[in-house]
């Protein structure tokens, strides 16, 4: 257990344990006013990316119910994940779930999510130092993550914890990914 604090609270981060919490919903959700526009252009050289941040016309907000897949804490493909979190009156409130890319020695962060009424406290940043701690201890040699290029917050977020863009995928979620402002963005910290 580790103790946070805030200005306004104190909170315990606790470890959440496989045989209680395997199967919990992560109920991500997020409302954007601006994306990454990705842009793929095959040139007679090679190929040019180029990812520019762009208004959308009008907020997109992105909720749990959506996805034929929701979070969750412990997937079964995850078979190394760990995870931490806050829990209050028996509720999680945030969570961290990490897990290790055991053939490239990377350890990836699968879960990151703090409840809409806990947001700018500073408890997302306390979680990633458990990943960072995670990954100094185990001596990796990188931490990694993946979000969309339309969760511009998050990606400020990672970008102020020290990330930065390391690659994408134009057809991780569907096949449109491209035209939807939703590619999926892999991002990280080297370590040496």
Same mark, same amino acid.
């Given at each position: @257990?580790?103790?946070?604090?805030?200005?306004?609270?104190?909170?315990?981060?606790?470890?959440?344990?496989?045989?209680?919490?395997?199967?919990?919903?992560?109920? @991500?959700?997020?409302?954007?006013?601006?994306?990454?526009?990705?842009?793929?252009?095959?040139?007679?050289?090679?190929?040019?990316?180029?990812?520019?941040?762009?208004?959308?016309?009008?907020?997109?907000?992105?909720?749990?119910?959506?996805?034929?897949?929701?979070?969750?804490?412990?997937?079964?493909?995850?078979?190394?994940?760990?995870?931490?979190?806050?829990?209050? !009156?028996?509720? @999680?409130?945030?969570?961290?779930?990490?897990?290790?890319?055991?053939?490239?020695?990377?350890? @990836?962060?699968?879960?990151?999510?703090?409840?809409?009424?806990?947001?700018?406290?500073?408890?997302?940043?306390?979680?990633?130092?458990?990943?960072?701690?995670?990954?100094?201890?185990?001596?990796?040699?990188?931490?990694?993550?993946?979000?969309?290029?339309?969760?511009?917050?998050?990606?400020?977020?990672?970008?102020?914890?020290?990330?930065?863009?390391?690659?994408?995928?134009?057809?991780?979620?569907?096949?449109?990914?491209?035209?939807?402002? !939703?590619?999926?963005?892999?991002?990280?910290?080297?370590?040496?």
């Amino acid at each position: @257990m580790r103790q946070f604090n805030t200005e306004r609270n104190t909170y315990d981060i606790i470890p959440l344990p496989k045989e209680k919490w395997q199967g919990t919903p992560i109920p @991500m959700r997020y409302t954007a006013t601006e994306y990454y526009d990705v842009a793929i252009e095959q040139t007679p050289k090679g190929f040019q990316v180029t990812l520019e941040k762009k208004p959308f016309p009008e907020p997109v907000s992105h909720v749990p119910e959506e996805y034929d897949f929701p979070d969750k804490l412990y997937q079964e493909h995850w078979e190394k994940a760990y995870a931490w979190g806050i829990v209050k !009156e028996g509720e @999680m409130i945030a969570c961290i779930e990490t897990c290790p890319e055991e053939w490239s020695n990377r350890l @990836m962060v699968t879960e990151l999510w703090v409840h809409e009424d806990y947001r700018r406290q500073g408890i997302a940043h306390a979680l990633m130092g458990l990943a960072k701690e995670q990954v100094q201890r185990e001596n990796r040699r990188a931490l990694i993550l993946e979000t969309q290029s339309c969760n511009t917050e998050a990606i400020a977020f990672y970008m102020q914890e020290g990330f930065t863009l390391i690659g994408f995928d134009a057809c991780c979620y569907q096949n449109r990914d491209l035209e939807r402002k !939703e590619v999926r963005l892999d991002l990280g910290i080297l370590y040496n």
